[in-house]
């Protein structure tokens, strides 16, 4: 699939970066799952003209106006990204790939945690929220991935090849069936249960699930959401800030021509007000790009 801007995210931003930029007459492809944005299932007074709305409907109008003009919504995950020469190219949960010539970054915050005991306690020592990161120092250990989504599944996969047991921990499974073939074919173990407790002293001795189950584990690597905005702008040779987020400029552009960022992954306040400013900034800017206006 050829598109000229791909925008990742699914949000107030991304949404808003979607309208814009297929107003300017440029083809918008959207990947990332509405359900998935921080404004699913809220409910705010503070934005502007609206006075008490629910963030659903914010997302279902934004997402209408947005296929009115054009743009094309996949409802999946971006489960890896490159730099192709001058254009970008990605993998979306199904397989499919995409080559976009600009991306706009609007995943919002990830790193979720599980707010468990020993979570914080092993931070460091066994805990990880990035098996790509730490993968390498799992050769020949036992590993336990846990979360429901695309990132979960690709990393349980990933690790396979370098743990001598990859478990994968998913009570509530979002991610395609064709990643979670992929995993299992693989050799991964999976448990359906959420997680309790990590157990261990100095380090992560093993995982206690809800159900009882007790896995013993050298890690627990925890991916509750889709690929992070970190992991997605260093794949496009963007350098995130110390916290994860991207800096940009005024015109929401990173370092990199072609790559804009807006919402929450540019750092606070994180608002939907500031999220679709900036969307409506990257996208503008994006399809500038693609024009060859800017």
């Known amino acids: 699939m050829e598109t000229d801007v791909l925008v ?6 991304g949404i808003q970066a979607a309208i814009h930029a297929s107003r300017r007459k440029v083809s918008v492809t959207v990947a990332g799952r509405p359900s998935a944005s921080a404004a699913a299932g809220t409910e705010m007074d503070n934005y502007f ?18 296929e009115s003009t054009g743009a094309v919504f996949t409802g999946q995950n971006v489960i890896s990204s490159s ?28 790193r979720r945690k599980l707010g468990i005991p020993g979570e914080k306690e092993l931070f460091g020592k066994g805990v990880s929220y990035c098996a790509v990161c730490d993968c390498n120092f799992y050769k020949g250990r036992r590993a336990v991935i846990v979360g429901n989504e695309s990132e979960a599944a690709t990393s349980a996969e990933m690790m396979t090849g370098y743990a001598s047991e990859t478990s994968w921990v998913a009570w509530d499974v979002q991610a395609s069936p064709v990643l979670v073939e992929k995993a299992e074919s693989a050799g991964v173990r999976m448990y359906g249960s959420k997680p309790r407790s990590i157990i ?24 509750l959401g889709a ?20 800096k940009v400029g005024v015109d929401c552009a990173t370092e990199v021509p072609g790559v804009f960022a807006c919402g929450d992954v540019t750092g606070k306040p994180w608002q939907v007000a500031k999220a679709v400013g900036q969307g409506c900034v990257a996208g503008t800017n994006a399809a500038a790009f693609v024009k060859g206006e800017r």
Do not use: Y
């Not at 990742?8 to 931003?13: K, M």
């Not at 003209?49 to 109008?61: F, M, N, R």
């Not at 949960?93 to 919002?108: C, L």
């Not at 970190?230 to 110390?242: F, K, Q, R, S």
């Open 227 to 246: 690929k992070s905005a970190a992991d997605i702008a260093m794949d496009l040779d963007v350098m995130p800030e110390m916290d994860d987020t991207i």
């Open 8 to 13: 990742i995210g699914s949000g107030p931003a």
């Open 49 to 66: 003209g609206t006075g008490h709305v629910s963030g659903d409907s914010l997302i279902a109008e934004g997402i209408r106006q947005a």
């Open 83 to 110: 730099r192709d020469g001058e254009s970008f190219r990605f993998v979306l949960e199904d397989g499919t790939e995409v080559s976009a010539k600009a991306v706009v970054i609007a995943t919002g915050i990830s």
């Open 200 to 223: 261990g002293e100095a380090k992560v001795e093993a995982l206690e699930l809800e159900d009882g189950t007790v896995i013993r584990t050298d890690g627990v690597f925890i991916e």
